[in-house]
């Protein structure tokens, strides 16, 4: 018989039951008449501490909670793709299909759907030998995605029987294993408890890019497949907007999005806008390859701590598959809350602001779930992790920011002054970092040109040149600088303008290939090189600058396109045509002097 | 049947404990019965027989002995029908204009549940306030939340009347239009301002007023915008109603809430404020909205006031993680004399972007707000620089950048009480604004646009 608890402390989502000595920590519980959803998360001597994943409100003191002898787990097979979940992987279309226009409590545990039946093509046969992650069958889910169905992991044998290929629920066994005169029959879907990362054969360098089309981030701040970043900012300043087009345009090949703890209507947008947007390098809608898990701002609280958990389970099992998986947490940082408004009602003993002293272990193993591997079906995979972080009244130095910072390869700092002159992305240039530089050189230079890597650091510098003149200029205004001085300023515009700030809602903006990036690149290069070298001729800025030239190569983004791909080239030879201009009428007025 | 208790075994601040109680349901309503008024209250925590109830009108002239207390058994729910429009209710849903009780046969759960996302239409269609720092710069969507971030003595109680007046709502839907009022902890002069303006603009007959003023009980506060927003609900999800939902002071809520957090002795996060603020705030925000299967809206104004003009502070600072968007107003552009003294770089509306342009207000919207920001910037950079160096030695191209942030304070931002400018007025005036600079500046703006708007 199961277990049974019964209710003797109920605060907020923390309930806390008597006769619990036969429940497992982390197990996961139905409680009271409603059968809430909860998750067991201590024990001591009968008692037993609850956490609930739905509204206890109307909760009564005395009802009962029930056991189901497993941990939290969520179930992984066909159907999980383009469909959106709550933070315990309950569908949420399905409950807007029962006619829940709001989330009821008490709706109990449902999952992906078990009546649909896909088309399933066996690839086992009778007398293979399977062991953990091979692929026995294939499921076209959506355009873009070919569901593999795997042997669990854990489990291996010769195959006994198969079923045809055919339309399956994920519910029928498909093919039986022996192992040792142990049988196993294999469905289409398998559960995996979503706090326990799946094993992978072993880890893998870090060492390709993950293409994004974002300038800053590509070229100055690049992510790597299997690597992580964290995005740090005030409100406004363009963390979800980031998160978005990280979610529209990687080149990865699942997109696993978190709202974790965010606006309901941010989530309504994904789900109206991707079917209708088209994946670059395939022409499918985005939806086709998009996963999405809500728990927004108003939903419980410890669903919420659950909700990361969910995400990245599902990334893992697509990643076993040998797809490259980005996920994205927008925002990490109501986790973290969540996390310490359950330790408070815990009355656990709290660290820095009221946080947990775990608060920083919690985060860490969340991020460690990243990584390229190498499956245990011998298919190489990724997970990419992306994770926003709010930091309260937009100061870094608070313990989230601080504790992510220390884990993530990447942090694109969000910056509220350039959010607020409407510098987007607010990306700063002189904060923000990519550990993955390193390791992505050879990329770049098989992938995209043996000079990228140079040319970025090229740019860097002269920003980073600008922003100390900057400091002068401040007090004494621009006049004062040498010319040398000031067309680096020149160049910094171009490059802050026409470079660095990317317009998510303009349609050639939006998304950049690095072709495109690259060739933009060598446009600001050629006219800082030529226009450096009118300087050092004794040519003055004023002639130096051509303001329409100049605005041109600032617009150039909007201008390029496929359809135009001479463009740069035409930008190049007017850079050409104009300084060698200049030149030689200064080289004439030099020799009519001496 | 319910079970009465005679007896309370603590009485402190807003909270009551009482043991020995048998079957308490958390969040549930409890009526206070003392010698001569009645009380109202709701169980906070429980924990084995032992109750804390969280006491509405406050434990002021309670007495252990001389109560009777009993369990309802059920959250707070509230009685609703098309007969609230024009009425005016305490801070917990009484009646207190003398016109009545409300007879429904529903009643309705103030807590509310979360809306489905699945559910959820994302809003598109903007609303005119005539306000041309709002329709330029920070556009207002129906079904938005947009908070306005006040400080002390400034003229937040003006610009919402403004907006409510001048709100354009097409004629055919003008009849499916409604104000709910939240008053949090304003003052008597306040709210009747309020009420003096919705009788002015002759709505009074659809505006729901739900009045919980500085001297009534600080904890009512919690209740007050929870009744407000089940009130909107209904009218835009049963009525089919376009909701307009005005909530002040926000700040006044979040401090009645740290009250009682610390009277529970919680542990606090920044500023005394409870760690579960931002989902407390989140619960009365995420109800604005539309939902697909529904004609009505619900569009959030809440107003809230800054201590020391501190955007930093907890309360705007997890608004505006909430809220989408927020419309900050600026003491020295008040001290200038410009009303409204909007300061729209740290506003921002994030709904725009899809109600704006060419299906919805005109074409060059998108690229003009965007010029416009980048350009007033600008000239704050331009402004500290002057200031050290004096405006005359600034180059030709910054003077003009100064002649432009004057304009665009003296003749943009600053606008009468009673004037009521439309879109194409104020995006004119953005191009007129634009025309002071060197067109070269203009690198937000697709030039075709520039050539068709710019005007010299
Ligand atoms: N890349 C971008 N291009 C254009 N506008 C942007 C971009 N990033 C951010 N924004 C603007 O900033 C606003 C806030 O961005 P958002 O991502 O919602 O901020 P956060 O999540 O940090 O609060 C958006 O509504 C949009 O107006
Ligand atoms: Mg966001």
């Given amino acids: ?594 | 049947m319910k079970v009465k208790y005679l007896k309370l075994d603590k009485a402190e601040g807003p909270l009551i404990v009482m043991n020995e109680v048998e079957g308490a349901v958390y969040d549930e309503i409890v009526e206070i019965q003392m010698p001569s008024e009645r009380r109202m209250g709701k169980v906070v925590q429980i924990d084995r027989d032992k109750v804390i109830i969280q006491v509405f009108q406050g434990t002021s002239g309670i007495s252990l002995n001389d109560v009777s207390v009993s369990f309802t058994g059920k959250p707070m729910e509230i009685p609703l029908s098309p007969e609230i429009l024009g009425r005016v209710f305490s801070g917990i849903a009484v009646p207190i204009d003398g016109a009545g009780e409300i007879y429904s046969s529903k009643y309705y759960n103030i807590n509310g549940r979360p809306m489905n996302p699945v559910a959820r239409l994302y809003p598109r269609n903007y609303i005119q306030t005539g306000i041309s720092s709002i329709d330029g710069l920070i556009t207002l969507i129906r079904g938005q939340k947009l908070p306005i971030f006040s400080g002390d003595g400034l003229p937040h109680n003006q610009v919402a009347a403004q907006i409510v007046r001048q709100a354009r709502i097409s004629d055919e839907e003008a009849g499916k239009f409604a104000v709910v009022f939240a008053a949090m902890g304003i003052k008597h002069d306040e709210a009747d301002y309020f009420r003096k303006v919705f009788e002015e603009a002759g709505v009074m007959d659809r505006v729901v007023m739900f009045m919980n003023l500085a001297d009534d009980p600080v904890v009512e506060r919690i209740i007050t915008p929870r009744c407000a927003l089940t009130a909107a609900e209904y009218l835009a999800f049963e009525c089919d109603m376009h909701v307009l939902v005005i909530m002040t002071d926000i700040t006044s809520y979040c401090e009645a809430l740290r009250e009682i957090s610390s009277a529970r002795e919680e542990v606090p996060s920044r500023k005394g404020y409870p760690g579960y603020l931002y989902s407390d705030l989140a619960s009365l925000y995420e109800r604005a909205g539309m939902l697909k299967d529904s004609k009505g809206s619900i569009t959030q104004i809440p107003i809230l006031t800054m201590p020391n003009d501190d955007i930093t502070h907890p309360v705007p600072d997890l608004t505006g993680y909430i809220t989408e968007g927020q419309i900050v107003l600026n003491r020295s552009l008040y001290q200038m004399g410009i009303y409204p003294p909007i300061n729209v770089l740290p506003s921002l509306s994030r709904l725009m972007k899809d109600g704006i342009g060419k299906e919805y207000t005109r074409e060059d919207h998108p690229d003009v707000a965007n010029q416009v920001f980048s350009a007033y910037s600008r000239v704050q950079e331009i402004r500290a620089l002057a200031q050290v160096i004096g405006e005359d030695e600034l180059s030709e191209t910054d003077k003009k950048y100064m002649e432009f942030g004057r304009q665009f304070e003296e003749r943009f931002a600053k606008q009468d009480f009673e004037e009521d400018r439309d879109i194409f007025k104020t995006l004119d005036l953005m191009w007129e604004l634009l025309a002071i600079l060197p067109e070269q500046e203009l690198t937000r703006i697709d030039p075709s646009l520039v050539k068709k708007y710019l005007r010299k």
């Fill in chain 1, 1 to 594: 018989m199961a277990n049974q608890g019964k209710i003797i402390n109920i605060n907020g989502p923390v309930v806390k039951a008597v006769h619990m000595e036969g429940f497992m920590v982390r197990e996961m519980v139905m409680v009271g008449e409603k059968k809430l959803i909860g998750e067991v998360i201590s024990l001591e001597k009968d008692l037993g501490t609850i956490q609930v994943y739905e509204e206890t409100s109307g909760l009564r003191m005395g009802e009962e909670v029930h056991g189901t002898g497993m941990p939290l787990c969520v179930k992984l097979g066909p159907g999980i793709i383009g469909n959106i979940f709550d933070g315990i992987e309950r569908p949420l279309s399905k409950i807007y299909d029962s006619g829940q226009k709001f989330i009821p409590e008490g709706i109990g545990l449902i999952s992906i759907d078990e009546s649909k039946k896909w088309d399933v093509r066996i690839l086992a046969k009778p007398g293979d030998m399977l062991d953990s992650g091979d692929v026995f069958a294939v499921v076209q889910e959506t355009s873009m995605v070919d569901h593999k169905i795997m042997v669990p992991p854990g489990i291996k044998g010769r195959v006994t029987e198969v079923a045809e290929s055919g339309s399956y629920n994920i519910r029928q066994t498909l093919v039986a294993l022996e192992n040792q005169g142990k049988k196993y029959e294999l469905a289409m879907y398998q559960e995996w408890p979503v706090r326990k990362p799946r094993p992978v054969a072993r880890r893998m360098p870090i060492e390709k890019l993950l293409v994004t089309g974002q300038r800053v981030i590509d070229t100055f701040f690049p992510l790597a497949k299997g690597g992580t970043a964290a995005i740090p900012g005030g409100f406004g300043t363009g963390k979800t907007i980031t998160q978005h087009q990280l979610a529209k345009w990687s080149d990865a090949d699942i997109i696993v999005y978190i709202g974790c703890g965010e606006r309901g209507n941010e989530m309504t947008e994904v789900l109206e806008d991707f079917p209708k947007l088209k994946d670059p390098r395939t022409g499918k809608p985005l939806m086709d390859r998009t996963v999405l898990i809500a728990n927004t701002s108003n939903m419980p609280v410890a669903a919420r701590e659950a909700s990361i958990y969910t995400g990245i389970t599902i990334a893992e099992y697509f990643r076993d598959m040998g797809y490259n998986v980005a996920i994205m947490a927008d925002s990490t940082s109501r986790w973290a809350e969540a996390l310490r408004e359950i330790a408070g009602r815990l009355e656990e003993m709290p660290a820095e602001e009221g946080y947990p002293a775990y608060l920083a272990s919690r985060l860490a193993a969340f991020y460690e779930r990243a990584g390229y591997v190498k499956n245990l079906n011998g298919t190489e995979g990724s997970i990419t992790v992306i994770g926003a972080v709010s930091p309260a009244g937009g100061d870094f130095s608070e313990p989230v920011t601080q504790a992510t910072k220390r884990i993530v390869g990447a942090f694109l700092a969000l910056d509220r002054e350039l959010a607020y002159a409407r510098h987007f992305p607010s990306i700063n240039w002189l904060s923000s970092y990519s550990g993955y530089v390193p390791m992505l050189g050879g990329w770049f230079k098989e992938n995209v040109a043996p000079d990228m890597m140079a040319l970025r650091v090229k740019m860097l510098r002269i920003l980073q040149e600008e922003n100390k003149l900057m400091d002068i200029v401040k007090l004494v205004g621009e006049d004062v600088l040498p010319d040398d001085q000031r067309v680096i300023l020149e160049i910094s515009r171009i490059i802050k303008m026409g470079y660095l700030q990317q317009n998510a809602y303009h349609p050639q903006d939006s998304y950049v290939p690095l072709s495109r990036q690259y060739r933009m690149l060598k446009v600001i290069e050629r006219l800082y090189d030529r226009a450096y070298s009118c300087v050092k001729n004794g040519i003055p800025l004023s002639k130096i600058k051509d303001e329409k030239l100049f605005s041109d190569i600032i617009m150039m983004k909007y201008n390029a396109s496929d359809e135009k791909p001479g463009l740069f080239q035409e930008l190049e030879e007017r850079i050409d045509r104009y300084y060698d201009g200049l030149e030689s009428v200064y080289k004439e007025g030099a020799a009519n002097e001496s």
